[in-house]
């Protein structure tokens, strides 16, 4: 029935080892049958973690742990199964939750506050923690450097290919890599909840400096796409910085103003934006892949209200699905949004052609030229607001019969 | 091709003449051909007029053009046309309003600023005033005051069936009639854009009073239904009070907190729930319809929000259409809509089956009985978040495939 995502990679990316991060996975049967469901990452002494978490003011059991646990920004495991999400499962989820990290914590010798724990699937389904806890020796045995492309599919609930990236940057001189892993873009799926993405490094850099590099980075990426406007109760991005690369001669950060850090900056959010966007080219159903740009905003953050208003409307979308050049939609969704819009400076460009100027259609353009230019896979819709200086940048994708179909036709 | 909604009334209201209230359409052939489109109201020397427009920051040429003349409050006529909304059409837009405007204050020997402009339909093209200004004095000379079925069906859009109500009320003893038009839910049409309701009654009172009832009715009727959750450039309601009631000995009113206005107001919101809800019954390619319910919330408002939350939610309303208990996915929207909610005394209720309690899943809860209470047409899914005393109530219907076929498939 899953058909594969048009935008799906010919090839997956091959993401090289990071010294002290290990990883395994396998078939644990939490939900699903006859595929892997349970990752484990290991990481050495030493490393520090960064993470953004779901604003979800009913977020699941596994986000409320980490999020009392990012604190202390040190790491030794994180535990992902897929299947169940842990969320809306009252005191049976947080005991689960915590017989998970207790296990965890026996069989690598840490604390159980060093275990950072991420679930996703159905809502409101406990979690069978022995199912997990069975399994961390053999699991622990088993991590490999090599573990990348296993972990992504582990973590894969209705995605339809596994999501990878990977990078290098130089910290005074020396290279360090960034390797990542995501899957399915917010409330996509079939009763599923979770937008899940964990990131590997073997920088040296304090926690502090590395919450304050990661939350922008997702900002511009991870919180710059939607599929269906719908926020997970599950939603977590977390960043290991193992610091091995001090062995080569990487200097340890501990401020986030060190200029050194200028390049590994640009290749984490670099990083993020990719596996973003390979989460959006995953949402179902979909058959278009769209960049909404808006500039002239009172400021980025309305500029990023308005764009957001663009991607997430329903009939934006459908028009997008339907190849239909609607620009009188795009007009409405900027009004919708609340934020400041100068009607009579409005602009409206698709790709290169201008549509509308001075709020009115431009006398250049011919529906023909929107017509034909909607017939791509991958769009970009440019509005000026006429008001500022503020910009922002969103990604969506079409709302597709298809998408309609997956989430009206499953029976949960 | 067009399907009449299942929920489109088996035989209309039969709304009767308001004395001071005349009204006509004809066949103007602004775009659509065979059918009519163009409504005049005409108003007696001493009605008052409130008004609710759209919130959207790009909003149509007319609803500017009733922002600027509200203020004074009399009004001597209503135009409307369908076919094209006359939104975002830059100077061109206001020169057809005022010539419009200026056209009917001729024909009546009123003023122009006495004159009140809607127009639903396509946006950014242009309206071609003499397609009405040719038109005004036939439809002068054939205002009845019987035309309130004709002057519903000549608003209309996409719409499959005119909305129209009618009730009565008791000011100090003496009975005045309220009756409304209404038409289309906020853009739930293929590149149409409005929701025009249009209020009449005979009753006296003055425009500041008429503004503080019409708003609140508004807010709890009109403002909390949805389709999309996309909002129109042109959402217009007006309410014409002529004060002929005074003629029968109905005084008149001037102070909003007078108490003889208590069976009027009472009135007054269950006219503009009745023509609401219509809308909504209305909606696009719909096969269900549903009353959110919202309660324990920290306030009124926050209760909406989490309402909207819920109603606008595309994996919500895909699960209704395919009668999925997926209650899941609303404790996703209830965590989405950023208000506070104590997931572990979060509780949810599909008609009077209770779903989840304490923030899980309740005991007694058999998804069968679930699954079954979602083959009803008409549903009503109520939620506690337990924090406080706030309640509201939201009404909604599914998103379907046909929703997307005909918001995708039509081209503009």
Redesign the interface.
């Known amino acids: 029935m899953t058909k594969i995502s048009p935008f799906a990679p010919a090839v997956l990316p091959a993401l090289p080892p990071i010294e002290g991060v290990k990883l395994a996975s396998c078939e644990a049967g939490i939900r699903y049958k006859g595929r892997t469901d349970l990752l484990l990452a290991t990481f050495d002494p030493g490393t520090t973690v960064a993470g953004v978490l ?6 699941s059991a596994p986000v409320e742990w980490c999020r009392t646990h990012l604190g202390h920004g040190m790491a030794r495991a994180l535990v992902v199964n897929s299947g169940t999400s842990n ?4 005191k ?2 947080e005991a689960a939750v915590k017989a998970t990290a207790q296990g965890t914590a026996d069989a690598l010798g840490c604390l159980p506050a060093d275990v950072y724990l991420a679930s996703t699937g ?3 389904e ?1 979690l069978k923690a022995e199912r997990i806890t069975d399994r961390l020796a053999e699991l622990t045995a088993a991590c490999v450097p090599e573990g990348f492309e296993g972990a992504a599919r582990a973590i894969m609930t209705t995605d339809t290919f596994p999501k990878l990236a990977t990078r290098t940057a130089e910290i005074d001189g020396v290279e360090v890599t960034l390797n990542g892993i995501a899957k399915g873009a917010g ?1 996509i799926a079939p ?1 599923m ?1 979770t937008m899940l993405a964990f990131l590997f490094t073997d920088a040296a850099i304090e926690p502090k400096v590395l919450q304050s590099l990661l939350k922008p980075a997702a900002e511009r990426s991870f919180n710059s796409v939607t599929v ?6 599950s939603d977590t991005l977390l960043l290991f910085a193992t610091g091995t690369a001090t062995k080569r001669g990487a200097p340890r950060i501990g401020l986030a103003d060190d200029e050194r850090l200028a390049g590994f900056r640009e290749a984490l959010e670099d990083l993020c934006l990719d596996l973003a966007l390979q989460v959006v080219k995953d949402g179902e159903g979909l058959t278009k892949f769209a960049e909404i740009r808006v500039a002239g905003a009172e400021s980025d953050e309305a500029a990023k209200v308005i764009a957001k208003s663009i991607a997430n ?3 934006v979308k ?2 997008l ?2 190849e ?6 795009i ?11 100068e ?2 400076r ?1 602009s409206i460009r698709f790709g290169d052609i201008l549509v ?1 100027e ?4 431009a006398d250049s353009y011919r ?1 023909e030229d929107g ?1 034909d230019y909607m017939k791509q896979a991958e769009l970009v819709i440019s509005v000026d607001v006429g008001v500022g200086e503020g910009v922002s940048r969103v990604w969506t994708c ?4 298809e ?3 997956i ?6």
């Not at 269906?228 to 109760?233: A, F, L, Q």
């Not at 001075?358 to 259609?361: F, R, T």
């Not at 989430?407 to 949960?412: E, G, L, P, T, V």
């Open positions: 779901t604003q979800s003011k009913t977020s969320a809306f499962t009252g049976l989820g159905v809502i409101g406990p409330m009763d909840a269906d406007g719908d926020t997970s109760t409307s329903p009939l459908t028009a699905a339907g239909d050049p609607n620009w009188g939609r007009v409405m969704a900027v009004g919708k949004a609340g934020e400041r819009a009607r009579d409005l509308a001075n709020g009115q259609v529906e017509a079409d709302l597709t019969k998408y309609v179909a989430n009206a036709d499953y029976r949960s």
